[in-house]
């Protein structure tokens, strides 16, 4: 029997995702979080097979909860499903160690498919995300700007989006204020802009995040 974890912020996708897998033989979903911090400590505690992780949720999110999950428990395996499908946010998450990324647009028996591949030792990526990732190789040229910036640098950005101030990334993180900061002006250097509504922008214009998500943030 393969368990699963389902981790996102809104209970109605939840529910979606438990009901699609609730009547298919050797799935079981035996958790919830509604954060990637309760999903890190959920994990601590319990054992699972399969973590289907959103991104973009209140506190520390999917990337930094997928690195701390795997830190502590190397056989977990996480599935990263969000909305986010551009470059170059699902290269970064694998390279965090993440097994799978599916688009919130998958197809049920998508989902199904990744579970059972993930579990087997395959890793799994969506037909959609993989060809955008293979592209982004034959012509690099494609590639956005934030193609430059680093895991800490990207998860520090969403932050940033959802209107977080340094101080409160700062605590959500366990760093300083001051290194917070350098985050951010080096973001601004290799970005060339000049403070958090041009990232903002930039984060909207590229896909990572979506004007609709920042409404709902609160």
């Avoid at 309760?38 to 699972?48: L, Y």
Wanted: aromatic residues 4%; proline residues 4%.
């Amino acid at each position: 029997m393969i368990s699963v974890l389902l981790v996102d912020d809104h209970e109605l996708v939840r529910a979606g995702i438990r009901r699609i897998l609730e009547d298919v033989k050797g799935i079981k979903v035996v958790g919830e979080a509604q954060t990637g911090e309760d999903a890190v400590k959920w994990c601590r505690s319990n054992n699972v097979d399969i973590v289907l992780m959103d991104m973009n949720m209140p506190g520390i999110g999917g990337l930094e909860a997928t690195r701390k999950i795997l830190r502590y428990s190397p056989d977990i395996k996480v599935i990263m499903l969000t909305i986010h499908t551009e470059n170059p946010l699902p290269a970064k998450v694998m390279q965090a160690g993440a097994s799978g990324y599916l688009s919130k647009g998958a197809a049920p028996q998508e989902v199904i498919n990744a579970i059972r591949a993930i579990a087997s030792g395959q890793r799994y990526i969506g037909a959609d995300i993989a060809r955008q990732m293979a592209l982004s190789q034959l012509e690099p040229e494609a590639d956005t700007p934030l193609s430059s910036l680093s895991e800490r640098e990207l998860q520090i950005m969403l932050m940033i989006t959802k209107g977080l101030k340094v101080n409160e990334i700062a605590e959500t993180l366990n760093l300083s204020p001051k290194t917070v900061n350098s985050y951010r002006y080096r973001m601004f250097s290799k970005l060339n802009i000049s403070g958090d509504v041009e990232l903002t922008h930039l984060a909207i214009r590229h896909g990572i995040v979506t004007s609709e998500k920042l409404l709902n943030s609160d």
